[in-house]
């Protein structure tokens, strides 16, 4: 699991997988008992443990591919305070 976010999100992603994963057997057993209103209230929810996770994952990606240019423009001679400097004006 820990590859595929931030250090800093581990725990809040943990949660939001262990939410989705108890939403749908939630879901499961609704959709057993014909109590559709439920099975919908717990995909929906779900369905925002899921968003979030993505919105996670993709926050590693992408610092992950900023990690690689910066190591990609050092080895040609680049300085990451230059990029720095270029980025945040």
Not at 45 to 54: A, F, G, H, R
Not at 55 to 63: E, G, L, S, V, Y
């Amino acid at each position: 699991m820990h590859e595929h976010f931030l250090k800093q999100d581990l725990q809040k992603a943990y949660k939001e997988e262990k939410c989705a994963f108890d939403l749908s057997i939630e879901a499961q057993n609704a959709l057993i008992r014909n109590d559709y209103y439920k099975v919908e209230q717990c995909l929906t929810d779900m369905m925002k443990s899921v968003n979030e996770l993505k919105r996670m994952n993709d926050k590693k990606k992408n610092h992950n591919r900023m990690n690689d240019l910066l190591e990609h423009l050092n080895n040609r001679g680049v300085s990451a305070e230059l990029v720095r400097r270029i980025v945040v004006k």
